[in-house]
């Protein structure tokens, strides 16, 4: 597994100091942004903020990354978390996994570590994960479409995917 920011909020002290202090004066917020404060004061309120539960004022910051090579079955756990993400996913109806495409002939898998620390484990495992790509190939090559032939993958079968959330959502998943 990869994980690499792509882009973030810049300045988010700024960004969030500015909501909350929104919320509570009769200023506009174009005008508390013209307020110098240090970030020992912004930190201050935000700390206060964020202890009472007034979480919305960290939505307005947002980051994204590029996720590489993780197992499917932690995408349906991640993509549990919708509120504030964002997803964009690398299909397999579109991408093919056929062997010939792979530099070790299988498609990419992640291996659970307790199965890497066990030798005949480990050696059941890929024997498996051969298996089902010999299936795949087979199933493509009677002219089975992506889409379908993707059926036998594992959810151990690896993804890539960007995502966006906010700041509140981050906290979350």
């Known amino acids: 597994m990869e994980i690499k920011l792509i882009s973030k909020t810049p300045n988010y002290l700024k960004?969030?100091?500015?909501?909350?202090?929104?919320?509570?004066?009769?200023d506009s917020?174009?005008?508390?942004?013209?307020?110098?404060?240090?970030?020992?004061?912004?930190?201050?309120?935000?700390?206060?903020?964020m202890t009472s539960k007034h979480l919305s004022?960290?939505?307005h910051c947002s980051m994204t990354f590029a996720v590489?090579?993780?197992?499917?079955?932690?995408?349906?756990?991640?993509?549990?978390?919708?509120?504030?993400?964002?997803?964009s996913v690398q299909s397999q109806r579109y991408v093919s996994e056929q062997s010939a495409k792979q530099t070790d002939g299988l498609f990419g898998h992640v291996v659970p570590q307790t199965v890497a620390?066990?030798?005949?484990?480990?050696?059941?495992?890929?024997?498996?994960?051969q298996?089902?790509?010999?299936?795949?190939?087979?199933?493509?090559a009677l002219g089975v479409a992506k889409q379908d032939a993707r059926f036998?993958?594992?959810?151990?079968?690896?993804?890539?995917?960007?995502?966006?959330?906010?700041?509140r959502s981050f906290m979350d998943v």
């Open 117 to 129: 620390e066990n030798a005949e484990a480990y050696a059941r495992y890929m024997a498996c994960m």
């Open 152 to 167: 036998v993958l594992p959810g151990g079968a690896c993804t890539n995917f960007v995502t966006t959330l906010n700041l």
């Open 57 to 59: 004022v960290v939505e």
């Open 29 to 49: 917020p174009i005008e508390l942004l013209t307020e110098e404060k240090t970030e020992e004061e912004m930190l201050r309120l935000l700390t206060r903020i």
């Open 131 to 140: 298996e089902i790509q010999t299936t795949y190939d087979e199933l493509l």
């Open 68 to 87: 590489k090579d993780v197992s499917r079955t932690l995408l349906a756990q991640y993509s549990r978390h919708r509120i504030g993400v964002s997803l």
């Open 15 to 26: 960004t969030c100091w500015t909501a909350a202090r929104t919320c509570y004066s009769a």
